[in-house]
């Protein structure tokens, strides 16, 4: 195991637990996660997609015990496989854009803009579902902090994404104003 950059615990991955649809990718996260099981969220290559453009990265020597909690879970999954070394093809689904003032968090099509210095939401963009509107009403203006959770409000994969980018961007706020 090694750190990641924000300094917590990262898994090696070696496998993938592709889905059918969103909702089965979202529930197998949070019932792996409730369980202690490192996972991540991430795009899969084209050719590991299955109907879903979301999979967990999972340890794979973790398979069997990854396997009995989501089915016990009701989490129901296609198939788990292995990643080659070369894992170039996948996605990273959080980028992190630098405006001088404003800080623009990408999470899959959402996107989310902060003022450096004080953490407030000057937008929300992307995607095309339809809470977009509504999420985007509820937390432009808001500090990163104050905000309500898009995945509290939401219920569609932009809400998914934008509380990634949330998350993201409540980090990176926290880090530049701790000088």
Same mark, same amino acid.
């Given at each position: 195991?090694?750190?990641?950059?924000?300094?917590?615990?990262?898994?090696? #991955?070696? #496998?993938?637990?592709?889905?059918?649809? @969103?909702?089965?990718?979202? =529930?197998?996260?949070?019932?792996?996660?409730?369980?202690?099981?490192?996972?991540?969220?991430?795009? &899969?290559? *084209?050719?590991? =997609?299955?109907?879903?453009?979301?999979?967990?990265?999972? +340890?794979?020597?973790?398979? &069997?015990?990854?396997?009995? $909690?989501?089915?016990?879970?009701?989490?129901?999954?296609?198939?788990?496989? &292995?990643?080659? $070394? +070369?894992?170039? #093809? !996948?996605?990273?689904?959080? =980028?992190?854009?630098?405006?001088?003032?404003?800080?623009? @968090?990408?999470?899959?099509?959402?996107?989310?803009?902060?003022?450096?210095?004080?953490?407030?939401?000057?937008?929300?963009?992307? #995607?095309?579902?339809?809470?977009? &509107?509504?999420?985007?009403?509820? !937390? $432009?203006?808001?500090?990163?902090?104050?905000? *309500?959770? *898009?995945?509290?409000?939401?219920?569609?994969?932009?809400?998914? !994404?934008?509380?990634?980018?949330?998350?993201?961007?409540?980090?990176?706020?926290?880090?530049?104003?701790?000088?």
């Amino acid at each position: 195991m090694a750190a990641d950059r924000r300094g917590k615990t990262a898994f090696q #991955g070696g #496998g993938l637990v592709l889905f059918l649809d @969103v909702h089965d990718a979202i =529930r197998g996260e949070k019932v792996l996660k409730a369980e202690d099981y490192a996972v991540k969220l991430v795009a &899969p290559p *084209p050719e590991l =997609r299955k109907g879903c453009d979301l999979a967990l990265e999972i +340890n794979l020597v973790e398979q &069997p015990g990854i396997e009995r $909690v989501l089915e016990k879970g009701d989490a129901p999954y296609l198939s788990i496989v &292995p990643l080659k $070394v +070369n894992t170039a #093809g !996948m996605l990273e689904v959080v =980028r992190v854009s630098d405006f001088g003032q404003w800080i623009m @968090v990408k999470a899959g099509n959402m996107k989310l803009s902060f003022e450096k210095t004080t953490g407030l939401i000057v937008n929300t963009s992307g #995607g095309g579902c339809p809470d977009i &509107p509504f999420l985007h009403a509820q !937390m $432009v203006g808001k500090k990163l902090t104050e905000a *309500p959770r *898009p995945r509290q409000i939401g219920f569609t994969l932009c809400a998914l !994404m934008l509380e990634r980018a949330l998350e993201e961007s409540i980090i990176l706020w926290e880090k530049g104003n701790r000088t």
